[in-house]
């Protein structure tokens, strides 16, 4: 058995294996290319909109799963059974079917090629991939969208070329509808599916088969198109259509969920941005009438173990057929955050989240900064605001933002990435700061009175208000 003493160390460095480039720790440093650390630390960390640390909780949980191995290197079996393990966790967490599928990735990005796949092999067509405001969802889904490496590197192949098709994939092609106007204001729900609507048609009249992407809480909380639209769509094509759900955000509920596969949507979610567990980890909720309908392409070989995919499914077989040490445990921890929020009163969690809306709002009305209020239609919503730094005198733009960001992280204040959603008159990008609850912050304030809630939410934004006022001193000067 590996001794706890051992393990610590050990769980750190598979914390920063497992994936891309993005999950690695560069030479030297001490967190990843997000600004994560693979341990725990004292660090106020409201950055759950990007990446988190690990709680201290988790690793601990971690400590007691490496602490149960056995001594010699986990196989290919024993691997699968902990993965099962975990879809029969996460399906008692959102309540759904015993028999729903679930696949496993290192990473959000990487499941795009799920939906892809499953879109292009159940009817035999070649797939117009409608994507969602590109600047509102991960950074490498512009390609990933079209069949294609997003990375020079795959979890299972040290060099591939970024760009070009992943084999089995070919034929994709990914139009943009964007979410926000030229002025960076949200577009609304039904434009939007008006937008999905002509694109939709036009693909059918050219043979192409429409896979549809929804948004269910983006960077900065979109959710579009709204459920209605989405049934208005449905009636419209049927099963002409594929619908995915990019909720890999996590500011969603069993309810939510439930509600989404009722209506045959694929679900893309991950364990690293609001469930609060350490980057990379991705998991994809399937229809049950999806449960091995197609055989996957060759190309997958460079992308998933075999035991990712649920029990029999065909073509898994060619997959490797080894372990993910990495991928497990971010998993582990993840599900393990999952878990414990899941324990919590619905009404703990309402509480919170108030606490951390009036918060951060008093924190922009401080500053003199915008207030991006996410969508209504997302339960989660108020877990996330965006500050519009543009309308400061100095209108600082989104690379001054992201300055300012990496001063708060040198003072030990973690806050999510600037984000492209506002628009300065000479057409750059205007500054934002994206501030965040995750699960196991929520769990922490639960434990204690409302009133301490709201005074630690009072002085965390009161430090985050300190340092930007001390930036800004020499601007204004």
């Avoid at 001794?3 to 050990?10: H, I, L, M, T």
């Avoid at 937008?195 to 900065?220: F, N, W």
């Amino acid at each position: 058995m590996i001794r706890f003493s051992e393990a610590s160390a050990f769980i750190g460095r598979m914390l920063a294996t497992g994936g891309d480039k993005r999950v690695k720790i560069p030479t030297g440093a001490s967190t990843n290319m997000y600004g994560a650390s693979p341990f725990p630390r004292e660090v106020l960390a409201y950055a759950a909109t990007t990446a988190n640390d690990i709680s201290l909780e988790a690793f601990d949980h971690l400590q007691r799963v490496v602490g149960a191995w056995p001594s010699g290197a986990m196989g290919g079996n024993e691997y699968a059974s902990s993965l099962e393990h975990l879809r029969d966790k996460l399906r008692r967490s959102f309540a759904l079917n015993t028999g729903t599928p679930i696949v496993f990735a290192p990473s959000g990005t990487d499941l795009e090629f799920v939906a892809l796949h499953l879109a292009a092999a159940t009817v035999g067509k070649p797939v117009t991939n409608i994507l969602l405001g590109a600047d509102e969802v991960g950074s490498g889904c512009g390609l990933a969208a079209q069949g294609r490496y997003f990375s020079g590197e795959t979890v299972l192949a040290e060099k591939v070329l970024q760009g070009t098709e992943v084999e089995g994939l070919g034929g994709a092609i990914m139009v943009d509808v964007p979410v926000r106007d030229g002025n960076g204001k949200p577009r609304g729900s039904l434009a939007i599916a008006d937008d999905i609507q002509r694109l939709a048609s036009e693909a059918l009249k050219s043979g192409r088969h429409p896979l549809v992407h929804t948004i269910h809480g983006s960077k900065t909380g979109l959710v579009l198109p709204e459920i209605s639209h989405i049934e208005m769509l449905q009636t419209r094509f049927g099963s002409d259509i594929t619908l995915v759900v990019d909720a890999c955000q996590a500011r969603i509920t069993g309810e939510e969920i439930r509600s989404y596969l009722r209506r045959g949507a694929i679900l893309l979610l991950t364990g690293s941005k609001f469930m609060g567990g350490p980057p990379f980890s991705g998991f994809a909720l399937l229809p049950v009438a999806m449960r091995g309908c197609a055989a996957l392409p060759r190309g997958f070989e460079t992308l998933f173990r075999k035991a990712e995919w649920p029990e029999n499914w065909p073509g898994a077989d060619e997959l490797d057929g080894g372990f993910n040490p990495g991928l497990l445990l971010r998993l582990e921890a993840a599900l393990f955050e999952l878990e414990r929020f899941e324990a919590l009163p619905p009404e703990s969690v309402e509480e919170i989240s108030g606490a951390f809306a009036r918060a951060t709002r008093a924190l922009a009305d401080r500053l003199g900064v915008g207030y991006i209020c996410p969508s209504r239609g997302a339960s989660l919503s108020a877990t996330m605001a965006t500050l519009d730094l543009s309308l400061l005198p100095c209108a600082p733009d989104l690379e001054t933002a992201q300055r300012w960001q990496r001063v708060l992280a040198a003072r030990g204040i973690r806050l999510g990435q600037p984000v492209k959603c506002v628009k300065l008159p000479d057409g750059r990008w205007g500054g934002t700061l994206r501030i965040s609850l995750s699960m196991p912050m929520i769990v922490s304030l639960a434990a204690h009175s409302q009133d301490e809630a709201e005074g630690r939410l009072a002085r965390d934004m009161g430090n985050i208000a300190g340092i930007l006022e001390a930036a800004l001193k020499p601007i204004a000067a």
